[in-house]
């Protein structure tokens, strides 16, 4: 949670500190307190919405997912929902106070950390800034030079669309084919000593398969049943190659029966050592009384069916019979995957689930039920992969509300959703290719990766919504210059605080590093260069409030020698420049005369 909060957080302070420092018009020297409150509210007004935007998308987002049925994500979720609103109202209150504060020492030329201490320079002058209001930095004028105006080319946006949609195949291609597995050795670190031990174990003393239990309650339904339980073996039998995958009851390393081991006692030896009560022509106690003492002899520790004393639940005062177990085991459910054996999650799901429809089958040995230490692991294998894609489409589909009404364009809101969509997609693909897993770790960290690549998104859409002009290439190309540094800024920031972390021996922070990782690098790629086209192509027309920006003119961008026209409006440009020298020797050739 602290490192998404950290990515978030610095985001929102990279997308107010960029309005606050484009909204100077004169230099630091000539501003006032009340100049700089009045910077800072303009500030806000431009970078208030867009931080809006996504941090709303994000508390609804993770909001719906802490309804999840697995309790870690829902536990995770609500407090990243809770966490988030507090990062907005810090952002918002506290960050934007101390921004004002620290302007006004830097038109005073106090130093950073000793604001008692001053400089010989000011600070734009140390900037090597004209004084003259905000200038652009090195990334902005490379997105406004080279990088906008390349991906905005025709060739440039056919080459964008097809890379994309490569990827976007390969995404979909790796999601249906992640798996669920169980990670539990995983958590062991790599260097541990434990790991050896288990490797060992494995080629040596292979385990076998899953313990499985099945439960009889009441001692009236027990005798009453008595025989059919003697004989479970055979409604167990031949269930190994298909599910349930039962091992086959042929010795008592995987089968034991309490009913079954007393039947064949009594057939051999009687009632002489255990009770000595008359047995009937069925070769069982006659009444339910001496079966009660039969049983109590024959499975005591001290008994010759000591070996069952732990499959019996007795009264408190071991009056009366209150349930008997069955024990007996799955076969080893495991398969091969990059070179290790591991477990077969959906072989598991399979046999837990055709267990119990097995049993409920059974009507005339009611009431029972199947039990296994290992289904606690199994139900969430069975779910985990449902909540995966539940939690993720929702939370997907709460970005395309929240941005529909926060930005008021549906077909921006439309463009956002579907290159967030295509982000998650595209990550779920590199998971597949890097070995991740679906688990309760990697589980969180998509929901985590829909709030992160919603806010490189989010901004640039809202930035374009607020840029004047018919020409959507011109309008993304300023969204671009505009927002561009600030989003990569705080990408960069939030990959450098996980980067560390990739050479971590824990599973979780290796895991976590990785998806986030590729939830940045994706995420950015989406946000600057697959967004702007898609903008530029189907984009709607900015807000009746946008401004023209000053740097837009006529279609073309001041300052660069990249055109964004069509080649219809390149030639027309063309003949007007060619024919203003003609116009202008008119002139001169007037005057001369």
């Not at 009687?270 to 069925?282: F, K, M, N, R």
């Not at 007996?328 to 046999?351: C, F, H, M, P, W």
């Amino acid at each position: 949670l602290p490192f998404i909060l950290l990515g978030i957080g610095v985001d929102d302070a990279f997308v107010i500190a960029n309005a606050f420092d484009r909204e100077r018009k004169v230099s630091r020297d000539k501003e006032t307190n009340e100049d700089i409150g009045n910077r800072s509210s303009r500030a806000l007004a431009r970078a208030g919405a867009s931080i809006t935007v996504t941090s709303l998308t994000d508390l609804v987002a993770f909001a719906i997912s802490s309804s999840s049925a697995l309790p870690a994500l829902a536990s995770f979720c609500a407090y990243a929902a809770i966490s988030i609103f507090l990062l907005w109202l810090f952002a918002s209150f506290f960050f934007s106070a101390t921004m004002v504060l620290d302007e006004r020492r830097q038109r005073d030329n106090r130093r950073e950390c000793f604001c008692c201490l001053t400089r010989k320079k000011s600070f734009d002058e140390s900037q090597n800034e004209s004084g003259e209001g905000f200038e652009e930095g090195v990334i902005s004028r490379y997105f406004r030079k080279y990088h906008a105006p390349f991906i905005l080319s025709k060739i440039g946006k056919v080459i964008v669309l097809v890379v994309f949609a490569g990827l976007f195949g390969f995404g979909v291609y790796g999601a249906l084919n992640l798996d669920v597995e169980d990670s539990q050795r995983a958590f062991v670190p790599s260097g541990s000593y434990l790991n050896d031990y288990l490797t060992a174990s494995d080629e040596y003393f292979p385990s076998a398969g899953i313990d499985v239990t099945i439960t009889f309650e009441g001692m009236e339904n027990i005798y009453a049943d008595r025989q059919a339980l003697a004989e479970l073996d055979q409604r167990l039998s031949g269930k190994s190659t298909e599910a349930p995958y039962i091992a086959e009851p042929v010795s008592d390393d995987v089968y034991r029966n309490v009913m079954g081991g007393l039947k064949s006692y009594l057939d051999e030896s009687g009632t002489a050592a255990i009770g000595g009560v008359d047995l009937g022509d069925d070769g069982w106690p006659t009444t339910t009384a001496d079966f009660l003492t039969t049983i109590a002899s024959y499975a005591s520790f001290t008994g010759p069916g000591g070996e069952y004393a732990t499959d019996l639940s007795w009264s408190e005062d071991r009056s009366e019979l209150l349930a008997i177990r069955v024990k007996s085991e799955y076969v080893r459910l495991t398969k091969s995957s990059r070179g290790k054996i591991i477990d077969d999650a959906n072989r598991q799901i399979d046999a837990m689930d055709e267990t119990r429809v097995m049993i409920e089958s059974w009507d005339d040995l009611q009431p029972c039920f199947v039990y296994s230490a290992s289904f606690i692991t199994i139900e969430g294998f069975k779910i985990i992969k449902r909540e995966l894609f539940t939690n993720v489409g929702l939370a997907i589909a709460s970005v395309g509300v929240i941005v529909f009404f926060t930005i008021a364009s549906p077909i921006t809101a439309i463009v956002i959703t579907i290159n967030v969509a295509f982000c998650i997609v595209e990550i779920l693909g590199f998971m597949y290719a890097l070995g991740i897993v679906i688990d309760s770790v990697s589980v969180i960290n998509i929901v985590l990766a829909v709030g992160l690549s919603v806010d490189y998104s989010a901004h640039v859409g809202h930035c374009f919504m607020v840029k004047g002009g018919d020409d959507k290439n011109a309008r993304a190309l300023e969204a671009l210059a505009d927002i561009g540094s600030a989003v990569l800024s705080g990408a960069i920031s939030t990959f450098l605080a996980v980067v560390v972390l990739l050479f971590s021996s824990s599973y979780v922070f290796n895991i976590l590093s990785k998806q986030f990782a590729l939830t940045v690098g994706l995420g950015i790629t989406h946000g600057l260069i697959l967004l702007p086209v898609l903008l530029s192509l189907v984009g709607p027309k900015p807000f009746p409030s946008a401004e023209k920006s000053d740097e837009y003119e006529e279609g073309e961008i001041k300052g660069t020698s990249h055109k964004l026209d069509s080649d219809e409006d390149a030639d027309n440009q063309k003949s007007q420049e060619e024919a203003t020298p003609s116009v202008e020797g008119d002139e001169e050739a007037n005057n001369a005369e």
